[in-house]
Structures are given as C-alpha cells and as structure tokens.
C-alpha cells in the first residue's frame, strides 16, 4: 500500500513539473511584479479584509497604471464583489470598487436573444 502512496507522489510531482513551462510566457512578468511587492500577499488580504467585511475569494498581483498593486477581491454579507486595490510597495489602499456582476452565462443569455 505504501508503495503505490510513493508511487502516486512520484507520478504527480513529475506532472507538475513537466507542466511549469506552459507558464513560462507569463513566469517573467509575475517574477517582475513579485520582485517589486514588498507586501506579501498574507498582509495585502488582512488589509483588504480591514477595509471591507466579508469574505475573501481571489488575491492577485497585477500592474494598474504603472504601478504593482494587489486586487483583493471579497464577497460582503449583501453577495456583492469588492475589489480592494493594495499598493505592493506600501501596503496602502489605493482605492476599492464595487466589481460589476458580470457572468458568462448572462453574456451568452443576451448573444441568444439577438439572433
């Protein structure tokens, strides 16, 4: 039994590793923005999470006008999507905004009524 456990890390370590160089088209820019954050992503949600209540659901690290920013994402009690933007660099709030609802499903709904 133990055996096959060894064998099925094996097997999946060796997926994963084969798998990293389809990210390798965007493995430079995300060492690029992580080389300029100072704010670990940990920090960037507790202050997000400060700012507004709810619960997390994505954490990213993007470039907004120039500049490295964590656009934390939370769903409040009212089922809405805030997006809190971090400044990397400092842990700031830059600003939040309310995210639009904005479904696949929606969009596909409004493509068939057209036709």
């Known amino acids: 039994m133990r055996r096959y456990g060894i064998m099925a890390v094996t097997v999946i370590g060796s997926l994963l590793a084969f798998h990293t160089s389809a990210w390798s088209d965007d493995k430079g820019k995300v060492s690029e923005l992580v080389k300029d954050a100072k704010v670990s992503i940990d920090q960037a949600i507790k202050t997000a999470s400060e700012k507004v209540q709810g619960t997390v659901v994505e954490a990213e690290l993007e470039k907004k006008h120039g500049k490295t920013v964590w656009e934390v994402e939370i769903v409040g009690a009212d089922n809405k999507v805030t997006e809190v933007h ?20 929606e969009k596909k709904k409004g493509k068939e009524k057209g036709k």
């Open 86 to 105: 971090i400044d990397a660099a400092t842990g700031d709030v830059i600003d939040t905004e309310d995210k639009k609802e904005e479904q696949k499903g």
